[in-house]
């Protein structure tokens, strides 16, 4: 999978949505709270509504998140966007939606 402008699109609108709430201790999903990493599974269908305890907190089927980030992301970008949502306290992914709004995309 790559990192294309519908991924980045539905990224955001999923962030801005207010759909996913924003979870400030550093895991991906936890208790209906998400990290905005979180989010870019469920918007681009890595991961499957009503999978996300079993794929995030178990594993489900061999998942293994950081392996699909590498795939979609630089690692240091992976590392600039869980900082920007860690950082941003409250209930609001703003400074990861900055980021990620001027993150390139692959060229469909």
Same mark, same amino acid.
């Given at each position: 999978?790559?990192? &294309? /402008?519908?991924?980045?699109?539905?990224?955001?609108?999923?962030?801005?949505?207010?759909? *996913?709430?924003?979870?400030?201790?550093?895991?991906? *999903?936890?208790?209906?709270?998400?990290?905005?990493l979180?989010?870019?599974?469920?918007?681009?269908?890595?991961?499957k509504?009503?999978? /996300? *305890?079993?794929?995030?907190?178990?594993?489900?089927?061999?998942?293994?998140?950081?392996?699909?980030?590498?795939?979609?992301? &630089?690692?240091?970008?992976?590392?600039?966007? *869980?900082?920007?949502?860690?950082?941003?306290?409250?209930?609001?992914?703003?400074?990861?939606i900055?980021?990620?709004?001027?993150? /390139?995309?692959v060229?469909?």
């Amino acid at each position: 999978m790559e990192f &294309t /402008e519908k991924i980045k699109n539905d990224w955001i609108a999923g962030m801005e949505s207010g759909e *996913y709430k924003k979870i400030d201790n550093g895991d991906l *999903y936890r208790n209906d709270c998400f990290c905005a990493l979180g989010v870019l599974f469920m918007t681009s269908g890595i991961v499957k509504k009503g999978d /996300e *305890y079993s794929c995030f907190i178990q594993g489900l089927n061999g998942f293994k998140p950081y392996k699909h980030l590498e795939d979609l992301l &630089t690692r240091g970008i992976t590392r600039e966007v *869980y900082r920007a949502n860690d950082n941003n306290k409250g209930d609001n992914f703003a400074a990861a939606i900055k980021l990620v709004k001027g993150l /390139e995309t692959v060229k469909n």
